[in-house]
């Protein structure tokens, strides 16, 4: 399960709807083991398109830096899909290299949800099999 | 003398579980033959047909080596060499 704050949750989902129609993209780092996404981290879509991302590869070096001087990992990796559902494609399962977070999925494809009934869905992908979890909005950890 | 690769999770199952391993080598692809010779694996998770594979990050100190010449690229004592996935995906 991946348990969230309500405020980070909205800040992923704002970016979201602010980069549609191209493919948003982040992660939300905390301590090492801990499984609480805690610091949320913006990152830019070095592809800028609707229909992939990938990570800039400097900012990713300097985020993962900053993480390993902090003790912390990515929690939470997350990313838009703009006009299809909010589950991994067979290209996010190919790529997904970090076993111990969780990718979470926001779909902006209907642009009048709202932050409650927008789809935002979270998975465990791991040596090429996917699982979905369920996700617990919370107001504090 | 050697050169310090740091290594990400996903591919410590290759260094016994080591964050950081060394190697040597004058060019980044004679670092990797050194270190898969005694990480066996680790090669192939970087480069295939004799180019960095397309969604690992190599980086020399601070930089993409896809900037510095991918695994032609020089290395020397005490450079830090940083391996990590790169982080991608999309809907197609």
Redesign the interface.
């Known amino acids: 399960m991946l348990r969230i704050n309500r405020e980070i949750r909205d800040r992923i989902v704002a970016h979201a709807r602010r980069d549609h129609p191209d ?1 948003a ?1 982040g ?1 939300v780092a905390g301590p090492l083991g801990s499984d609480r996404p805690e610091r949320f981290v913006e ?1 830019a879509n070095a ?1 800028r ?1 609707p ?5 800039d ?2 900012e ?2 300097k985020v ?1 830096r900053e993480m390993d001087d902090r003790d912390e990992e990515p929690v939470v ?1 997350y ?1 838009s ?4 559902e909010a589950y ?2 067979r ?2 399962i190919s ?6 977070a969780h990718y979470v999925l926001v779909s902006t494809r209907d642009p009048e949800a709202g932050p409650d009934a927008i789809e935002f869905r979270s998975f465990r992908i791991l040596d090429g099999e996917v699982a979905e979890e369920p996700v617990e909005v919370v107001d504090a950890y | 003398m050697a050169t310090e690769v740091r290594i990400p999770t996903i591919m410590r199952n290759l260094t016994d579980g080591a964050k950081a391993v060394e190697g040597s080598g004058s060019t980044l692809g004679e670092l990797i033959d050194d270190l898969d010779s005694r990480h066996p694996g680790l090669g192939a998770k970087l480069v295939d047909g004799g180019k960095l594979r397309r969604f690992v990050n190599v980086y020399l100190n601070d930089e993409d080596v896809r900037f510095l010449g991918g695994i032609e690229a020089p290395v020397a004592d005490g450079d830090t060499v940083t391996v990590l996935p790169a982080v991608a995906g999309g809907m197609r």
């Open positions: 493919e993209c992660i990152m592809e398109s229909t992939f991302y990938r990570f590869s400097l990713q070096l993962w990796i990313h899909h703009t006009a299809t991994p494609s290209t996010d790529y997904a290299s970090e076993p111990n």
